[in-house]
T-cell receptor, first 114, second 114 residues
């Protein structure tokens, strides 16, 4: 158990809909990262938050947004969903200090858009 | 942007054999991480490397941070069926502060025949 909790584990929704994925980082970790994993693209970095502020942005679509709340949990919002958004979405967290580059992953949310 | 080439893409080996996989980068990193992902699960950190030339072991796993800082390899000795999974390398270049983005390789799918 990595200590990172993601909900829900599975999500099936229709095209055009909006969903919210939730992540609780490991206790004490200030940074949260979101990744998308599809079969042909591997693990793609979406966005990073650190202590409530956006710190790095990757290949995140404009239809997607995220935020990190004062209690450090994070939500990834996906809107106007398309079939191609079907993927595993992972959240990871890391702490400060020398070890802060070791990111620990949650079990992921499998999103299926039909 | 930074790109990681991970090879081989897949490996089929017999139980008891040794395995070697590697990653090369188009630019330097100052951290290399190796993860393993089981089906339907999140990536689990196996080994973290912080220094060029560093050789680190974790049980039957050994990883090295290349001297040029542009490559890393992972060896698994005496493979067992539970070694089956996808192995990812990931690199990070610390640009200061808490800006952090791991770049992942596309993974090596390992199959172990009992």
């Amino acid at each position: 158990d990595s200590g990172v909790t993601q909900t829900p584990k599975h999500l099936i929704t229709a095209t055009g809909q909006r969903v919210t994925l939730r992540c609780s980082p490991r206790s004490g970790d200030l940074s949260v990262y979101w990744y998308q994993q599809s079969l042909d693209q591997g693990l793609q970095f979406l966005i990073q938050y650190y202590n409530g502020e956006e710190r790095a942005k990757g290949n995140i679509l404009e239809r997607f947004s995220a935020q990190q709340f004062p209690d450090l949990h994070s939500e990834l919002n996906l809107s106007s969903l398309e079939l191609g958004d079907s993927a595993l979405y992972f959240c990871a967290s890391s702490s400060m200090g020398r070890m802060n580059t070791e990111a620990f992953f949650g079990q992921g949310t499998r999103l299926t858009v039909v | 942007g930074q790109q990681l080439n991970q090879s081989p893409q897949s490996m089929f080996i017999q139980e008891g054999e040794d395995v070697s996989m590697n990653c090369t980068s188009s630019s330097i990193f100052n951290t290399w991480l190796w993860y393993k992902q089981d089906p339907g699960e999140g990536p689990v950190l196996l080994i973290a490397l912080y220094k060029a030339g560093e050789l680190t072991s974790n049980g039957r796993l050994t990883a090295q941070f290349g001297i040029t800082r542009k490559d890393s390899f992972l060896n698994i000795s005496a493979s067992i069926p539970s070694d089956v999974g996808i192995y990812f390398c990931a690199g990070h270049l610390n640009s200061g502060g808490s800006n952090y983005k791991l770049t992942f390789g596309k993974g090596t799918l390992l199959t172990v025949n009992p």
